[in-house]
């Protein structure tokens, strides 16, 4: 069980380089490279990375760190978030989903939250009919906020509610901020054009490319960041404490802690 546990992880950190590889090709790969990250990749991207979330999942499964319960559990929270996006849906960075993947991520870790992200904005995509060549790029910036939430709320487990609150405030707003750098990064080479001093430039050295998309990003991003920021923490620091309360005993009913499946892991 302990191979699967490390599979799991193995399967996590790959995910994590390919994404960061998938967002950051424009301001390093030359010019020769660029037709393989047309948007028509897309589709088999967005598979890809919803496969790994699943492996994921089935490995933490088989190690007993998920049992039928929590896999359940994570698709009623996978559920709700999706739904929770269409609250939003079509209205400038008011985006009501990332309060509850956050702190839903800080209670049941790093790895539960980096697979909740994914198939959250997976679900919602179906939903919404939000299938595109940005979707993989939101599924695996979901994925990452969901896994920082989490291995946070697992450093500060044992701080106080409020504590905690104060700081998942600050994991939203950093959050919601980084989520609108990363979709600004992806859409950045398709519709900044080609002529301009905002332009991404093929095999241009890193550091002029990465001079263009800092002002290409604060050139768009007040109208969505600054709003989603705002709401994430608003709805973070209003429920917070309540639903943090009602996951920890729902956690401990599923005898999902740290504890317990160190116990579960090493008892094989």
Known sequence: MK?????????????????????????????????????????????????IAIAVVALDINAQVLDSKSVALLGVLSALIAALRLIGAGAIGVEPMWFLLI?????????????????SLAISA??????????????????????????????????????????????GIFSSLGFGVLMDLQLWPWIAGTDLQLSFVPGSPVIENLQR???????????????????????????????????QRAKLKLNFTSHGMEQKVNAR
């Open 3 to 51: 191979l699967s546990k490390y599979l799991s992880s193995s399967f996590l950190f790959f995910g994590t380089l390919l994404g960061a590889h998938a967002f950051a090709w424009p301001l390093y790969l030359p010019n020769s490279s660029f037709f393989l990250f047309q948007p028509d990749a897309a589709r088999a991207l967005s598979l890809l990375i919803a496969l």
């Open 103 to 119: 702190v839903a991520s800080f209670v049941f870790g790093g790895r539960f939250g980096f697979s909740l992200g994914v198939l």
């Open 126 to 171: 179906l939903l919404t009919g939000g299938i595109g060549p940005w979707l993989p790029f939101q599924m695996l910036a979901a994925g990452w906020i969901g896994l920082i939430a989490g291995t946070i709320g697992s450093l500060t487990r044992t701080l106080n509610h409020r504590t905690q609150r104060l700081i998942l405030i600050l994991v």
């Open 213 to 247: 998309f800092v002002a290409f990003h604060f050139a768009t991003a007040l109208a969505w960041d600054l709003p989603r920021a705002i709401t994430t923490s608003i709805l973070i620091a209003l429920t917070s404490i309540p639903i943090t309360k009602s996951l």
